[in-house]
């Protein structure tokens, strides 16, 4: 299928805001995501919206959708170096008749004191 | 702690070997899933069990197969193994709500030499 994609790095001073963006493919895609997968690590959720939000906030997290260019962003305010990891946008996508999350190829977030 | 767990965490083995991952999802949850995750392929969608049938299958090869039991766990068996095989394997599991949200396990990464 079409893939979904990301800048492949992002390099931050602490204390600054960090943007990471991503395009999705599928236009019917009801929930998007991004997950982050520290060292060593699996992947953890760290939040979503709906398709029919253009803008969630969850504390230091803003996420804005825009769903005629299928753009997503991450906007995390004040970056920490506890912030570098990899950062994943998915798309709910159905497949063979379930929807599985089609995940980009990650941003890799670093962030310097 | 995402709650999933897999089992081993590192798996070294030789060409040609077969190995046997093994997941146990979050408590309650009924979905399984399995992802390969490598440098050049990124993360990769290979199969999706709920409650002990295959409902989903992605780019999974013919050499690989899965299987969910009755008290959910699940195992993913990779046989005639190839040095392209090495990678990190996730398993993930789901409560099925509306979001899909996918709770992953640490992974375990796998060696071919």
């Known amino acids: 299928g079409e893939d979904v994609e990301q800048s492949l790095f992002l390099s931050v001073r602490e204390g600054d805001s960090s943007v990471i963006n991503c395009t999705y493919t599928d236009s019917s895609s009801t929930y998007l995501y991004w997950y982050k997968q520290e060292p060593g690590a699996g992947l953890q959720l760290l939040t979503y919206?709906?398709?029919?939000?253009d803008m969630k906030q969850d504390q230091r997290l803003t996420v804005l959708l825009n769903k005629k260019d299928k753009h997503l962003s991450l906007r995390i305010a004040d970056t920490q170096t506890g912030d570098s990891a990899i950062y994943f946008c998915a798309e709910r996508r159905n497949t063979g008749g379930s929807y599985i999350p089609t995940f980009g190829r990650g941003t890799s977030l670093i962030v310097h004191p | 702690d995402s709650g999933v767990t897999q089992t081993p965490k590192h798996l070294i083995t030789a060409t040609g070997q077969r190995v046997t991952l093994r997941c146990s999802p979050r408590?309650?949850?009924?979905?399984v899933y399995w992802y390969q995750q490598s440098l050049d392929q990124g993360l990769q969608f290979l199969i999706q069990?709920?409650?002990?049938?295959?409902?989903a299958k992605g780019n999974i090869l013919e050499r690989f197969s899965a299987q969910q039991f009755p008290d959910l766990h699940s195992e993913l068996n990779l046989s005639s193994l190839e040095l392209g095989d090495s990678a990190l394997y996730f398993c993930a599991s789901s409560v099925e709500d509306v979001t899909d949200t996918q709770y992953f396990g640490p992974g375990t990464r796998l060696t071919v030499l």
């Open positions: 919206i709906f398709s029919n939000m």
């Open positions: 069990y709920y409650n002990g049938e295959e409902r």
């Open positions: 408590s309650g949850d009924l979905s």
